[in-house]
């Protein structure tokens, strides 16, 4: 892939969600690259690998990752001014109200219930694609 067109970071440890989301989201736009990591360590040290320009549009986090959960990743983004910009969702199957309010106060733009339908994955999909794309008109 080409990191020089805006991309999505995807970081998911669970392969079956990892391949859910990459389905239904290519089939919406499939001309939008998604790299794909597996825990929240590998996510900080993929952005840190990244120059400035090579920096993705998206982040999408799962909220339960070995080594770093999504709220640790979402913590050390904010420090670092450059990763602090980029918008960041968090998909869970946590409901917890902590958890959601955890998650925006450290700088979710988003949190979203992975859903149990084909019809509800659709939808996410769609509101990701729309935070992705309002990141391309800035």
Not at 28 to 53: A, N, S, W
Not at 80 to 89: D, F, G, Q
Not at 103 to 126: H, M, T, W
């Amino acid at each position: 892939m080409n990191k020089e067109l805006p991309y999505i970071l995807l970081a998911d440890d669970d392969p079956d969600d990892l391949f859910t989301f990459l389905q239904a989201f290519g089939e919406l736009d499939p001309h939008v690259p998604i790299y794909t990591v597996t825990d929240g360590q590998e996510l900080i040290e993929f952005l840190e690998g990244c120059i400035p320009d090579e920096l993705p549009s998206l982040i999408i986090l799962d909220y339960k990752m070995p080594i770093l959960s999504g709220p640790e990743v979402l913590q050390k983004l904010a420090s670092n001014s450059e990763h602090a910009l980029i918008p960041k969702v968090v998909w869970s199957t946590s409901k917890r109200t902590q958890d959601i309010e955890n998650c925006v106060r450290f700088g979710a733009a988003g949190y979203f219930l992975k859903p149990a339908s084909s019809r509800e994955l659709a939808e996410l999909i769609q509101k990701i694609e729309l935070i992705y794309s309002a990141q391309l008109q800035h």
